[in-house]
């Protein structure tokens, strides 16, 4: 029996590192940015003369190890998973400073999944799966499966892809 299977991006999906990078970065720069000064843009294109140090938050050791589950997921990825196969996809080689933090939150928030499941990359076009959840379009243009965009601050113009706004809408979406 063939068995469909789904990626899933895990930064801005299934876990939640713009709340914690907005906390350190407000924290250390006085600064009062908030998600909702995020609509359609990133926080390198709000503070673009802060670009370097933006990005350096998200390379400092341990920064994806303590971060929020985003709401559902975990129970929506459990039934899921009695229907497809499930990957966990990350392009962790765009920061290679979290591929421990993030295998260890992996093993302790979704340990339910198949640690060989969980797939650190690139491109995620080498995925070999029939559906991409992710937040990040950018990652569909190669995929060869359908994308489905996970709704996000700075994602919210694109209207190229199925659009999922939580993790209530993906378990409609996949368990009509």
Known sequence: MFVQRI???MDDVIADPLS???EIFNTRYNENISVNDLQSTYLTEVRPHLREEIMNILNEPGFFGDLRVMEGSQEVLKELSQHYEV???TAAMEMPTSFTSKYEWLK????????RNFVFCGDKSIVDADYLIDDNPKHFRRFKGKGILFTSPYNGAETDY???NNWNEIRHYFLK
């Open 20 to 22: 914690k990078h907005l």
């Open 108 to 115: 302790e928030h979704f340990g339910f999944l198949d640690q």
């Open 7 to 9: 990626a899933v991006d």
């Open 162 to 164: 199925v659009r999922v």
């Open 87 to 89: 990957f966990i996809v």
